[in-house]
């Protein structure tokens, strides 16, 4: 029988696998960066002054920052989601349709006057979301692990039929519907429900702080837990995983259904922390950006809080970028992509590197244990 060391002191990845992913992005990105520059320069803008523009409209004052913050929340949120899948080796795509499954849920509980207090209200709300989401999630996270389904194909599918039963949902006569509108959307949450704006003049809400928060304890999880453990062997050797005696279905299937909780938080705090109500298209590729945000972070949960917070700080700069140069938003896409592609290419000698260690810490561990 293997003897399997407690969770953390086998060192998958170590620190300095650590510190070399950490490197391998920031360089990612910095290619990114340096590739975007050549393509604004192409265009006829000085790539320097369409930068500064950028970090002018990202953090050149208290209500900009404010801006980076809000957008930031659901990427936390969904990026930590889908961080954990790849972490197992999954690649949980359904973050958008999670988001909608979720929002629906917090809007039903949220048009409910529910006589009670208004955190009590709120935590129904978000408890609903997370329900919604999960049962959402689980369709995928079961034909992946009982069925061998492929994950991509069905979460991306699903997305789509996320997006479609919502419009339905808020299209009269629904119940969730507000009838008599110019655009299909459902009612208006309730006042108890609704979060509180933290800094005055903006929509800066509490989500951003969750979110953060979210991320450091995943973090935990994946380094300090049994369940960390589990999820880090299925992602670096799924055959020495069954070996070693972890149910590799159920452990596949907690790491989606959690990955499908965490997109439908965040679209719960898109509800109840700004929309106020449920929109046809309200999020509108916000949870694909959260898969963005996950790969650029290499699956780590801290790093997602660092690309969320770029990925955020590039769409709020954007638009003063290309009022200042002219230079078009698509081009802050372009950017993440470039981004995003280079941290992948940068990361896959990386990770086979890292699948040779695990096979060698493998055979000790038979030769010693067995």
Not at 112 to 119: D, E, K, S
Request: hydrophobic content about 55%.
């Amino acid at each position: 029988m293997i003897k399997l060391k407690k969770p953390g002191s086998i060192d998958l990845p170590g620190i300095g696998e650590v510190v070399l992913s950490s490197v391998r992005t920031l360089s990612g990105v910095l290619l990114g960066l340096l590739a975007g520059a050549v393509l604004i320069s192409i265009s006829g803008v000085n790539p320097f002054t369409a930068y500064a523009a950028m970090l002018e409209g990202a953090i050149g004052s208290p209500y900009a920052f404010a801006n980076v913050l809000v957008r930031a929340s659901p990427l936390l949120f969904a990026g930590v989601g889908v961080a954990i899948g790849i972490k197992a080796g999954v690649w949980n795509i359904g973050a958008e349709g999670y988001m909608y499954a979720g929002a629906i849920g917090a809007t039903m509980v949220g048009i409910a006057p529910i006589p009670v207090h208004p955190l009590v209200h709120i935590l129904l709300s978000v408890l609903a979301a997370v329900a919604f989401a999960s049962i959402w999630g689980f369709i995928p996270a079961f034909l992946r692990a009982y069925k061998g389904l492929n994950e991509v194909v069905t979460t991306i599918m699903l997305n789509y039929v996320a997006i479609a039963f919502t419009s339905w949902l808020v299209h009269p006569p629904n119940f969730l519907a507000e009838p008599d509108t110019f655009f299909p959307m459902s009612r208006m949450i309730a006042p108890t429900v609704k979060l509180p704006y933290l800094m005055r003049g903006t929509s800066l809400h509490s989500g951003f702080i969750f979110g953060i928060i979210s991320c450091i304890l995943f973090y935990l999880i994946l380094r300090y837990t049994p369940f960390g453990f589990r999820t880090r062997m299925l992602g670096v050797n799924l055959e020495a995983a069954r070996y070693a005696g972890v149910n590799v279905k159920r452990q596949i299937l907690l790491v989606m259904v959690i990955g499908a909780a965490m997109g439908g938080i965040a679209g719960a705090f898109e509800v109840l922390g700004l929309k106020s109500r449920l929109y046809m298209d309200f999020v509108s590729g916000v949870g694909y950006e959260g898969v963005a945000v996950a790969l650029l972070s290499n699956g780590n949960p801290l790093g997602v809080i660092v690309s969320a917070f770029f990925f955020s700080a590039l769409k709020a700069g954007g638009a003063t970028m290309s009022i200042r140069t002219g230079v078009g938003k698509p081009m802050v896409l372009v950017i993440e992509a470039l981004c995003v592609l280079f941290v992948i290419a940068l990361g896959y000698k990386g990770k086979k590197r890292l699948k040779r260690k695990f096979k060698r810490n493998e055979k000790k561990v038979l030769n010693d244990d067995i």
